[in-house]
């Protein structure tokens, strides 16, 4: 794999790594991959399903056209969890870790990895705790995704020989952390459309909550 911007750097692809280190998100020749215990949700990410984001919003924070997200909704590569779209009437609401995922699936498109593999590292993505997303680092050779939470995991897999991706996902959570706090955003409970974090919008907030 020829060496790009992104970090990817050369190599051919090798063997997947064992349960001692990063391990793939699918089987592949060498075996069925070892699959980490799936984190429990807490108070954090419960909270975190109380708002939702619109279609132009998750856009603007994943740096996605519209009809990327319109035609990834579509085929169920990133459906939102809040809210679907029933029909002309209704607005789609993405969650806060849709937009984080929507995000990393633009970069792995954008490198080349198989919308196979995307999709499982979807699924993954959903099926991982807050905290486990913050401290995790997925990487790629083009042919697999692999999930590594240490950077001895990172390491080991570098010197696999693979010509390697690496996305870290904590700065990609607070990359779209940072752009929806300045964005709008909207109570699922009552639809209040709640402004973005700065003064003038907290001025705002405070003379919502006093009517």
């Known amino acids: ?22 391990y793939p998100l699918h089987g592949s020749a060498a075996g069925p ?8 949700a807490g108070d954090e990410e419960a909270a975190s ?14 740096g996605i056209t519209y009809r990327q997200l319109d035609y990834w909704a579509r085929t169920g590569l990133v459906e939102p969890s809040v809210r679907p779209a029933y029909g002309s009437g209704t607005q789609r609401l993405y969650s806060f870790r849709d937009v984080v995922v929507l995000k990393i699936v633009k970069r792995f498109l954008d490198t ?4 196979q593999n995307i999709r499982t590292t979807v699924q993954h993505l959903r099926e991982r705790g807050f905290r486990d997303l913050e401290r995790m680092t997925l ?27 690496g996305i870290a996902v904590g700065v990609v959570w607070r990359d779209v ?3 929806l706090s300045q964005l709008h955003g909207e109570r699922v409970d009552t639809g209040e459309t709640l402004v973005g974090h700065n003064p003038t919008d907290e001025l705002a907030r405070r003379r919502n909550r006093a009517v």
Not at 49 to 62: F, K, M
Not at 112 to 115: D, I, N, R
């Open 49 to 62: 399903e109380e708002v939702g984001y619109r279609g132009p919003t998750a856009c603007a924070a994943a």
């Open 139 to 165: 990487m790629s050779d083009g042919a697999t995704v692999y999930e590594c939470t240490s950077p001895d995991e990172v390491h080991a897999l570098l010197q696999g020989g693979q010509g390697i991706f």
């Open 33 to 40: 991959a070892h699959q980490r215990p799936t984190a429990v």
């Open 112 to 115: 080349g990895v198989s919308l």
């Open 177 to 179: 952390e940072s752009a």
């Open 1 to 22: 794999m020829r060496s790009s911007g992104d970090g990817t750097a050369g190599g051919a692809p090798g063997r997947s790594l064992g349960e001692s280190g990063p």
